[in-house]
C-alpha cells in the first residue's frame, strides 16, 4: 500500500477556487465538494460525521443474528474506517462511541427482557469501549498500511472488553458474525481473535478501496479542468495509476475470502449416537423457575418418550444424553422426589445423562450451577460447576449497597458459587467437555474444555426466547465447532438446542418454547486444532501489534508538527 502523508486541515482549492479542484461559487457540485472535504479533514465530528458512524454502527448490527447480512460486517466496519481516518483522537473516540451505541443497542435488545433500563446501561458500558479503539484507529490510520492496523486495533477492543471488568462481557464480537461465511475456517488457525482480525481487515481493505478511488476521480477532475483552462497541460498524475491502489485492495479482499475456502474443517471421528433433550419451560419470562418442578417434570418426561422410541425401533439408542442447564432446580442432593425423578428417567434410558442442576453449595450459603454426570446403576458422579457465573444476574458485585438502591436485585437472594475446574468428564464412551450458558463466548473457558471429544454447552434461554440472543449463541456455537474440530451439543430449556459438526454444520436445531428430541450419529474427536495449541498467542501478537501501531503513529504525529 502506498504510504501517506497527514492529511491537509484545508480543502484543496482548484482552478475555480473550490475544493478539491471543484468550480468554485455557489454550484451544487460546489457545495458537495465542500461538503467531501469537510468529512475528510479532521476537526470536530459535525453531524454528517456522527450520523455516518450512527450508520455504521447499524450496518454491523445487520450482519448478526438473526438478520444474518453477513456480508455487512466488513462494510460496517469499512464506513466506520472511513468516518475516523485521519481526525483527532478526541474526536474519533466520539464517533466511535456514537458508532457502538448505535450497534450495541439493537443488537443487546434481548437484555430488555430484564429491564429497558439494564438494556441500555449494558449497550452504552460495551460501546465505550470503541472510546479507545476510535482513538486509536484516528491514530492509527494515518499510517502507511493503516487497514492491518485498523484491523489490529478491533481485536485489542474485543481483548479488553472480553475480560474487564468482572471478567468481561465478550457477546457481539466481530468474529460471531461470521460463523457460517468463507472466514470461518480460519477459526481453527487462530480462533475467534483472527476471524474478528480478518473480518475488520476486509473492512479497512474496502475502506481503502474507496480512498484510492476517491483520489483517481479527483486527479482525473483536475486534469480535466487543467486541460479545460490551459490545453495539452495536465494537471495531475493518472488517474489510471491512481486506481491500482484500489485494485490491488480488492484484490486482497478476494485473497482473504478465497483463502478461507480452501482451509480443510475435517468432520471425520468415532462415531458416537447422541442425543439432546429440550423439555421446554411452563411459561415466558422472569418468573418461570418458580415452577421448577415442572420444569423437572418436563425434562423427566422427554427423558421416558426417548426410552420408549427406542424400545419402539423408532430411533437408535443413543450411548449419551444431554439434559440443558436449570432442567432441575430443585436439589437433587437434598430433594428426595427430584432425585428420584431424575434416577428413574436415566434408568430407564439405560445411559448416562448430563444433567442441569442448581444445587447448595455445603454451607448453604451460595447455590451452583451444576452439568452432573448421572449415571444409570451407580447415580450422581462427576460434575462440572460453571466456573463464569454471569454478574448482576447470577451474583451480584457490591451487593450491599446496590440491594439498596435497585430492589430488582432482591431477585439474587443468593450468589452463585464460581467452580475452580475444567469441565471435561467422562460421559459414557467419550469424554466431554462441558460449559455452561453464555460461558461459550469466552475463548479461555471453551479452549480449556477443548481436549473432550465431544463438546457440550447446557444453556436456558428461557428469560430472553424469541429475541436476538438465543439464535447468536447458537452462531457462537458454530464456530466453536470449527474453531476446536469437535460436535458440540446445545442443550436448551426452551430452545434453541442443536447439534452442530465439527465443520459448523448445522445437524439438528430445535424451535424455541417446544419439546424436542434429537437423536444423531455423530463423530467424536481428538485431534487438535492449530488454534488450540496456539492458545491465547495470536490475540495477544494482534493486540500488541494494535498498541505499537497508535505509540507509532502518535509519535509520527508529533515528529510532523515539530517539522
Known sequence: ??????????????????????????????????????????????????????????????????????????????LLTLVLRGQR?????????????????????????????????????????????????????????????????????????????????????LAFSQTATPLTPYASYGGAPLVTFLTALLGGLLAYAAVAAHRAHRAHRARRDARASEPGRDGAPGP????????????????????????????????????VIQGNVPRLGLDFLGQRKAVLNNHVKATHELAAQVRAGKVAKPALVVWPENASDLDPYEEPDAYNAIDGAVKDVGVPVLVGALTDTPDGEKVENRGIVWDPESGPGDYYVKRHPVPFGEYLPFRDVLTKLITRFERIPRDFAKGTRSGVMRLGPVDVGDVICFEVAYDKEVRDVARGDVLVVQTNNATYGRTSLPPQQIAMSR????????????????????????????????????????????PARTARTLSDRLGEAPEWALAALALGAVLAGAWTARKNEGN
Open 1 to 78: 500500500m502506498a504510504q501517506e502523508t497527514l492529511p491537509d486541515r484545508s480543502p484543496a482549492r482548484g482552478p475555480g477556487g473550490g475544493p478539491d479542484g471543484a468550480p468554485g461559487g455557489g454550484e451544487p457540485s460546489g457545495r458537495l465538494s465542500r461538503l467531501g472535504a469537510g468529512l475528510r479533514r479532521g476537526g470536530r465530528a459535525g453531524w454528517p460525521r456522527t450520523l455516518l458512524a450512527a450508520a455504521a454502527g447499524l450496518t454491523l448490527w445487520l450482519a448478526f443474528p438473526p438478520i444474518d447480512l453477513t456480508f455487512l460486517a466488513p462494510a460496517g466496519v469499512a
Open 89 to 173: 483522537p478526541r474526536t474519533g473516540a466520539w464517533l466511535a462511541f456514537v458508532a457502538g451505541a448505535a450497534f450495541f443497542i439493537p443488537v443487546l435488545e434481548g437484555i430488555s427482557r430484564i429491564g429497558p433500563d439494564g438494556w441500555i446501561i449494558l449497550s452504552l458500558v460495551q460501546a465505550a469501549y470503541f472510546l479507545p479503539m476510535g482513538a486509536g484507529i484516528a491514530v492509527a490510520s494515518r499510517l502507511p498500511g493503516w487497514p492491518v492496523w485498523t484491523a489490529a486495533l478491533w481485536v485489542a477492543e474485543e481483548a479488553v472488553r472480553g475480560r474487564v471488568p468482572f471478567g468481561g462481557f465478550p457477546w457481539a464480537r
Open 240 to 275: 489510471r495509476r491512481l486506481l491500482l491502489p484500489a485494485a490491488g485492495a480488492l484484490a486482497l479482499v478476494a485473497a482473504v475470502t478465497g483463502g478461507g475456502l480452501l482451509i480443510p474443517t475435517p468432520a471425520s471421528g468415532r462415531p458416537v449416537t447422541v442425543a
Open 479 to 522: 464456530l466453536r465447532a470449527v474453531e476446536h474440530g469437535r460436535t458440540i451439543l446445545v442443550a436448551a430449556t426452551s430452545g434453541i438446542s442443536a447439534i452442530v459438526a465439527p465443520d459448523g454444520r448445522m445437524l439438528a436445531e430445535s424451535r424455541e418454547f417446544v419439546p424436542d428430541i434429537q437423536v444423531r450419529t455423530v
